[in-house]
């Protein structure tokens, strides 16, 4: 496998979200357990419609004369400053407040008021630039965890979890599942607009009476109530297979092959094979996207067999495998 390539097709997908669905949350907080689905379909679904509309716009122009996709790339832009501005802001509200904490442990009133008027002007500059903004977020982070495991393996992990479950060991079984897992998981840390402000505001008074202790322990609580999402999984195992069918996809369109390179296109069609199963056994997909993944395979391993070449054999079977990333 090509690991800097893995790497890279990473990093733009990671991209593709930040852009897509950075600040596209709108309306009440969603937990975070159930935020991955959601946020993940939204990002592919402007993904796509801003591909359309730049198929588009590239045959029209507006009533000025100037080209559509001009005018797109300045709103872009446009958004894209209003949310590095939102998230700036935001990153600085939660730094003033950590300041404001700090002040009042060491009985700096002065110190502390200055603090929470600055990350209150912070605060409303979020809302009156996006006042239908719910979360405003302050951080993201990857996560990834691997398996170094074969499908078997993980069949036969999850029969023994199953096993122990049926004798009544929970916390047994809990900690033979626990690691089947083979992904990046990008999660965004929000703050939430709903209930941040309120709390910053109700600290003042109480700062103003000299309860100092009261107003720390509500600054701390409004702290901890800063919101982490999970906006993306991304199977590796499917990452892995796109990789191999890359370069299996380069040899299969090489006439004449020797027969080294036969032998290498069926080992990276095994290894697609294998790194699929993976992702079964993982569960990254439903049963019907693995039967056309396995029917499409075949198909490839026949118009490939005996030596043939030809262009675009693995462009549907691709196609499927991006289906079960998440944008």
């Given amino acids: 496998m090509r690991v800097r390539n893995l ?27 159930l935020a991955t689905e959601g946020v993940a379909n939204s ?11 730049t198929e588009t716009a590239s045959e029209v122009s ?26 700036a802001d935001a990153v600085q509200a939660i730094a003033e407040t950590r300041r404001a904490v700090t002040a009042l442990e060491e009985d700096d009133v002065d110190a502390a008021l200055k603090a929470l008027e600055a990350a209150t002007g912070k605060l409303e500059l979020i809302m009156a630039r996006r006042p239908e903004l719910a979360l405003a977020p302050i951080d993201v982070r990857v996560v990834q965890s691997d398996l170094y495991a074969t499908p078997e393996d993980v069949t036969d992990a999850v029969k023994q979890a199953r096993d122990l479950l049926g004798d009544g060991e929970l916390q047994e079984a809990r900690l033979l599942v626990a ?10 840390v929000n703050l939430p ?8 505001k109700a600290a ?16 701390e609580n409004a702290l901890s109530t800063l919101i982490v999402r999970t906006e993306a999984v991304i199977p590796v195992p499917i990452v892995r297979a796109q990789e191999l069918l890359a370069e299996a996809d380069e040899l299969a369109k090489t006439e004449d092959r020797s027969d080294e390179q036969n032998a290498r296109l069926a080992q990276l069609l095994e290894a ?24 499409q395979l075949r198909t490839v391993e026949k118009k490939t067999e ?20 998440p944008f």
């Fill in 179 to 188: 690691n089947l897992a083979s992904e990046v998981v990008v999660e965004t």
């Fill in 62 to 87: 507006g009533p000025s004369g100037q080209d559509v996709n001009e005018v797109d790339a300045k709103a872009g832009d446009a958004t894209a400053q209003q949310r590095d501005r939102v998230i």
């Fill in 43 to 53: 990002g592919a679904q402007v993904e796509a419609s801003t591909s359309q509309q």
């Fill in 193 to 200: 607009l709903a209930t941040y402000p309120d709390a910053i």
């Fill in 204 to 219: 003042v008074p109480l700062i103003d009476r000299g309860d100092l202790e009261a107003g720390q322990r509500l600054l």
């Fill in 272 to 295: 697609v094979r294998t790194e699929i199963e993976l992702a079964e056994r993982l569960d990254y997909g439903d049963d019907e996207q693995f039967e056309k993944l396995y029917a």
């Fill in 306 to 325: 005996g030596g043939q070449s030809g262009k675009g054999f693995f462009d549907s079977l691709d196609k499927q495998l991006s289906a079960l990333l």
């Fill in 7 to 33: 790497r890279l097709n990473l990093l733009r997908w990671l991209g593709v979200l930040l852009v897509s669905g950075g600040l596209a949350v709108a309306g009440p907080a969603t937990p975070p357990a």
